[in-house]
């Protein structure tokens, strides 16, 4: 049984992140943590408050040293600043905790909505973005680019803020206890700023590419194994390991010149820390022998001048690391900003009944340019490539009635596809209109639409989870265990399922793998069958089964499509001779229509087709 989340956790899950995707960096990071401004803005608070109290442990040491030993006032007040010490050491604890509590809290909370919402946005973008954009590329920026945006809030945002904090609260003391000291430890300021920017622009660049070609390994991968079969039965093991390897060693590459950026700033802001410190550490004991300050103002300021100069430096690592974060943000920002698909609009009520009328009246259809995503938060999400398409469908014009069958037929290219595509509104028409029960098909909610199709597919996909789950999943509906036992005794799966050691509750493996070619045709039928479909296509649903299962499986054809407007895309004749009308596309146009008679009785591809494959299966029955 699935489980359902917390209401409560549900609506922060569900909270609308949209407005984060912005062409301003900073905008957007702000809105994508709207819901926990004040949690972050407490760890904040939290990291000033514990800095304030390290420095003041410093004032305490300058007092021990300057009243206490140097005036002999040990006995009575040692004690108490002993304690008093412990106590601001233990509150700087509490409040460290808070932050590291509060910072965390924050930061897994954005990841864990973000990751909800980019799943949900990758469910509703158009097929003309899925067409073209590559798994392991979404993949890679749903999972490792968002993963470094869990690291931007959790660890470099916050420690921004600590090192801000540090710097201001100790440079201000040391200020307060003597100005030329405080003035002294802020020299190489100018310097560390400057390193850091110069590097920033470059740790951009390596970051940006070494994440790209991390996507691209992580397609090969998912490539490789979703054709694992093809692999093995084509001994193509050492291609594919050849294939991984280069673009292993060209990410092994990009790393080391990431990494190599990394390390030239680590020397170089240390030499400058180190310089900055001799001459601090220096000028201020010349400044104490001369009696310009105290022993302990002295201790005090040395103290207070390292947590000036190791922000400076550790500011200048972090800019240096803020780079990669802001790249993922325009990697995950770059898919969050490309329209989804409006799959609720239109004006027909959803609780429309369809009777499945349908007419296309000169429609012709190119598909959309290739899309390139973008990672530039200057330029669009996706933009698509130079050219124009060639168009798929020219003025195709037919109708039928609802319960009627409509064959489509033609080679491969021709276009059946296409009309089908356009039917499910995957895509749109570019010109012309397509009509189902009189309305124009635009009207209609895609929601409402797909849920009265049904589709049976060539190589149906089967979820890697049981039977059961394949079977109840096109269903809008609560199913029970019988109603899925009626859908595959229809569809002529039951016996064989209950041969199984689990039964429904068998686990198909990935893409139905553990299933056979007609098995999983089959358990596609029974899932066509319990969705009870009001219009249903057939995608050459028989072609890649041996005869005795083609026959199993058009019997149960037959009883899934009386009474259901139904497509059928076949090659073969004989899968279509007995439809109300036969559509035979070449190139993207009808060429011929009508009923097997009326086609038969004509000169024609039609004709030609049908005395080809009949002469071919003469042959094959003469040769057994």
Not at 190 to 198: A, E, R
Not at 245 to 263: A, D, F, T, V
Not at 568 to 578: D, E, G, K, P, T
Request: charged share 20%; proline share 4%; with cysteine.
């Amino acid at each position: 049984m699935t489980q359902k989340l917390d209401p409560k956790l549900k609506h922060r899950l569900d909270k609308d992140i949209s407005h984060a995707v912005t062409n301003n960096r900073i905008v957007g990071l702000w809105r994508l943590m709207d819901g926990f401004h004040w949690l972050y803005g407490g760890a904040m608070v939290a990291i000033a408050l514990a800095a304030l109290i390290r420095s003041l442990g410093y004032r305490l040491v300058q007092k021990i040293v300057d009243q206490v030993f140097e005036q002999g006032l040990y006995q009575n007040a040692l004690p108490w600043l002993a304690l008093t010490f412990v106590g601001l050491a233990a509150l700087e604890g509490v409040f460290v905790y808070l932050r590291s509590i509060w910072s965390a809290q924050t930061a897994e909370g954005i990841t864990l909505r973000l990751r909800n919402y980019i799943y949900d946005h990758l469910q509703r973008l158009p097929f003309t973005f899925h067409d073209y954009v590559k798994t392991g590329e979404l993949i890679q920026r749903a999972t490792s680019d968002v993963s470094a945006l869990r690291r931007f809030f959790a660890d470099q945002a916050v420690g921004i803020g600590r090192i801000l904090a540090l710097f201001t609260v100790n440079l201000a003391m040391v200020l307060s206890m003597n100005w030329k000291l405080g003035l002294l430890s802020i020299v190489i300021l100018p310097f560390i700023v400057g390193l850091s920017l110069f590097f920033f622009g470059r740790v951009s660049k390596a970051y940006k590419s070494y994440q790209e070609q991390e996507a691209r390994l992580s397609t090969t991968l998912q490539e490789n194994l979703s054709g694992v079969r093809v692999v093995r039965a084509f001994a193509r093991q050492d291609y594919e390991k050849d294939k991984f390897n280069l673009e292993n060693w060209e990410k092994y590459q990009r790393g080391k010149r990431l990494i190599l950026m990394h390390s030239l700033y680590w020397p170089l802001s240390d030499i400058l820390c180190a310089a900055q410190r001799l001459l601090v550490i220096a000028v201020g004991a010349s400044m104490t022998m001369r009696g310009e300050i105290t022993v302990g103002t002295y201790i005090a300021a040395m103290a207070m001048v390292t947590w000036i100069i190791l922000p400076m430096r550790n500011l200048g690592r972090l800019i240096v690391q803020v780079s990669t974060g802001l790249v993922s943000y325009n990697r995950v920002m770059a898919v969050l900003a490309h329209p989804r698909e409006d799959i609720e609009g239109g004006s027909v009520p959803e609780d429309t009944v369809i009777r499945g009328a349908i007419s296309f009246e000169d429609v012709s259809f190119s598909y959309e340019p290739e899309l390139i995503l973008s990672d530039s938060p200057d330029k669009p999400a996706a933009t698509p490539a130079e050219g124009t398409p060639s168009p798929v469908l020219h003025h195709v014009t037919f109708q039928c009635e609802p319960g009627s069958v409509v064959a489509l037929l033609g080679s491969t290219g021709s276009g059946k596809t296409s009309i089908i595509n356009l039917l499910l509104r995957f895509y749109n028409t570019s010109s012309g209109r397509i009509l189902l029960d009189g309305r124009p098909l635009e009207t209609y909610p895609r929601t409402l639409l797909r849920r009265q199709i049904g589709i049976v597919e060539q190589e149906p996909f089967l979820f890697s989870r049981s039977i059961r789950d394949n079977i109840a999943y096109g269903a809008q509906r609560p199913v029970t265990q019988a109603e899925i036992e009626a859908a595959a005794r229809a569809a002529a799966i039951h016996d064989i399922i209950s041969t199984f050691p689990q039964g429904y509750d068998t686990i198909v493996g990935e893409k139905g793998v553990t299933l056979s070619g007609g098995q999983r045709q089959r358990v596609a039928i029974a899932r066509a069958l319990l969705k009870d479909p009001r219009i249903l296509v057939l995608d050459d649903a028989t072609s890649s089964v041996d005869t005795e299962t083609e026959d199993v499986i058009r019997q149960a054809l037959a009883r899934l499509i009386p009474g259901r407007t139904t497509f059928i895309i076949a090659h073969r004749i004989q899968s279509v001779m007995n439809a109300d009308l036969i559509l035979v596309l070449d190139h993207g146009r009808i060429v011929q229509s009508g009923t097997h008679a009326e086609l038969m009785a004509q000169e024609g591809p039609y004709r030609q087709i049908y005395e080809i494959q009949s002469r071919v299966a003469a042959d094959i029955e003469e040769a057994q």
